[in-house]
């Protein structure tokens, strides 16, 4: 059982205003944006300690739900008694705590009033048991040791994300992620990377999804949860379509099999935009997905869906350089290829202010594809 008390760094009598500014300072912590250009297994990590994150105020920021949580905690705690006195009773499921090693002999003698008929193991021996290593560690707050790891761990994070954009060494990814939200960071694998084998694309992102769908079911109404579960299905796909694209046709018919996802990428996002309507990322998203399907299906009516999304996504933010992307992305896959009006969206993109630099990079790459 996860403690999520550990994981937003609170103590578990912390007022909600306190659990509230505690979520939202470490939402900030992983948020993607500083952690682009940086190595996989960084981003891998900070979209997990995301999930724990949201997992964690779901529970906590609704009262009913912290109650509940707080009395199942409580349930678990083992009371190890300071000493074995007479009387001291011993709860039912810590047989652990019972020395059933044989009494001493009464010698033909009454026992003495204070004998204790059930004594129970030394607490020294029950530390040991249960795995707490020194006193020291004991006096400590349970909240304390998640705390200072997580600290370590995110400083590792800082200080690698500092390093290699001081050094300029990370190279772009051909698909970037916005500050505000989309799939990860996928790109080919540059030449010192090794390259996955085939069942390590297949695999990869499978655990993830039936996390965030597990999270996303738990939690309809959070808008979060449904955003992550489709960009972990959006990753799912395009990491194969990019091995694909790359010249590996062992993946074709993978990739065939997964073209459903790109439904059920669109329905998430759909699920995510009922909640919060105006998120222009997350429809961009939801166009791209929609005009990948229809190429894939050779179906232009979902095409025609996801040119109006990209359009929606631009009327509600006019410089968000993914919509722009993603409706370029949508006339290439018309029948036949818009492709001056698709180069035209990518050249606003490139100039958009503030652009993230994973998505300019991205828009280079479509041009330099679709000028040829």
Aim: aromatic fraction near 6%; charge should be negative; hydrophobic fraction near 45%.
């Amino acid at each position: 059982m996860q403690d999520y008390y550990e994981i937003l760094q609170v103590h578990p009598k912390a007022d909600a205003e306190s659990i509230r500014a505690a979520y939202v300072r470490l939402r900030q912590r992983y948020d993607p944006a500083p952690l682009e250009g940086a190595a996989d297994e960084l981003v891998d990590l900070a979209r997990l300690r995301r999930d724990e994150i949201e997992r964690a105020y779901t529970v906590l920021g609704d009262p009913a739900r912290r109650a509940a949580f707080d009395a199942e905690l409580a349930a678990m705690v083992v009371v190890v008694p300071p000493s074995p006195q007479r009387g001291l009773a011993m709860p039912d499921a810590d047989d652990d705590m019972i020395d059933y090693r044989p009494l001493p002999p009464a010698r033909r003698q009454e026992r003495p009033k204070d004998f204790n008929a059930q004594p129970s193991v030394p607490q020294s021996q029950m530390l040991r048991r249960s795995g707490r290593q020194t006193e020291r560690a004991q006096r400590l707050p349970v909240w304390m040791v998640p705390t200072l790891v997580v600290g370590v761990v995110t400083f590792a994070i800082v200080l690698i994300v500092l390093l290699t954009t001081g050094s300029n060494t990370a190279q772009p990814a051909a698909s970037g992620a916005s500050a505000t939200s989309g799939p990860s960071v996928i790109g080919p694998p540059t030449a010192a990377a090794p390259t996955p084998s085939i069942d390590e694309v297949i695999n990869q992102f499978e655990a993830q999804i039936a996390a965030a769908r597990q999270v996303a079911n738990s939690v309809p109404t959070n808008a979060k949860a449904w955003v992550e579960l489709g960009n972990a299905l959006y990753d799912s796909v395009v990491v194969v379509r990019e091995r694909l694209d790359a010249g590996d046709q062992s993946l074709q018919s993978i990739y065939v099999e997964r073209l459903p996802r790109w439904l059920e990428v669109r329905d998430a996002y759909a699920k995510a935009l009922a909640i919060t309507p105006t998120d222009a990322v997350v429809r961009a998203d939801m166009a791209t997905a929609l005009c990948s399907y229809g190429v894939g299906v050779n179906d232009q009516s979902y095409v025609t869906q996801g040119l109006s999304a990209a359009d929606q996504a631009i009327t509600d933010a006019p410089e968000e350089a993914r919509a722009l992307l993603s409706k370029g992305m949508c006339l290439v896959a018309t029948s036949p290829p818009q492709k001056a009006q698709a180069l035209e969206q990518w050249q606003k993109a490139i100039v958009m202010p503030n652009v993230a630099p994973g998505l300019a990079q991205q828009a280079r790459d479509l041009i330099a594809k679709y000028s040829r």
